[in-house]
């Protein structure tokens, strides 16, 4: 393809990809997409675990800021969301959890759209901040959001410890004692 016709290419699919509120037909799509996106090997000690409660929790509490991208009747990325009030303060904000495209579609203009159709929805709700996070070391993510207008970045450590060694201890002196 010839670089002129590769580019009308990539316009094309970018202007023919549709954001759209998810529905309960796509969980299963959504679930499975971001399995593949969002590994636990690559990121093990964050916070937040994809599972199917992060889907369905975030689905059932905010719905309407959960979006999906679709490029001939295949859902080919998705942003979900939700909005935080804190008590004494008179600011709501707008956090986005997850932001995820089939790696084939990526640098196509899809997470833009969806976080700009994100970020509308944001407005439209009156929040004042909106807040992302990611690895520190994801530097395509890092770059995309600070596109995106984002900025301050704060630094946060997360330490895990494995528990598995002392609870096959508890197991072990359960057996002995008899009480297991």
């Known amino acids: ?55 369905t929790d975030l689905f059932y509490s905010d719905t309407e800021f959960c979006l999906v991208a679709e490029y001939e009747d295949r859902i080919v990325g998705f942003a979900l969301g939700t909005t935080i009030s804190k008590s004494r303060s008179a600011w709501k904000y707008g ?35 909106l807040v992302v996070d990611t690895e520190a070391d994801n530097l395509k993510a890092l770059s995309f959001f600070r596109h995106q207008g984002f900025g301050n970045p704060q630094e946060h450590i997360f330490l895990s410890t494995n528990l598995d060694p002392e609870r096959q201890r508890m197991n072990i002196k359960k057996r002995i004692n008899g009480s297991g």
């Open 1 to 55: 393809m010839e670089p002129a016709e590769s580019l009308n290419h990539q316009k094309a699919k970018r202007s023919t990809v549709k954001v759209r509120e998810m529905t309960i037909d796509d969980l299963a799509d959504v679930f499975h997409m971001g399995e593949k996106l969002f590994l636990a090997d690559k990121a093990p000690n964050t916070y937040r675990a994809w599972d199917e409660y992060e889907v």
């Open 95 to 129: 956090y986005l959890l997850w932001l995820g495209v089939l790696p084939d579609f990526q640098r196509k203009g899809i997470a833009e759209k969806l976080f700009q159709r994100f970020k509308h929805l944001m407005l439209q709700e009156n929040v004042r901040i």
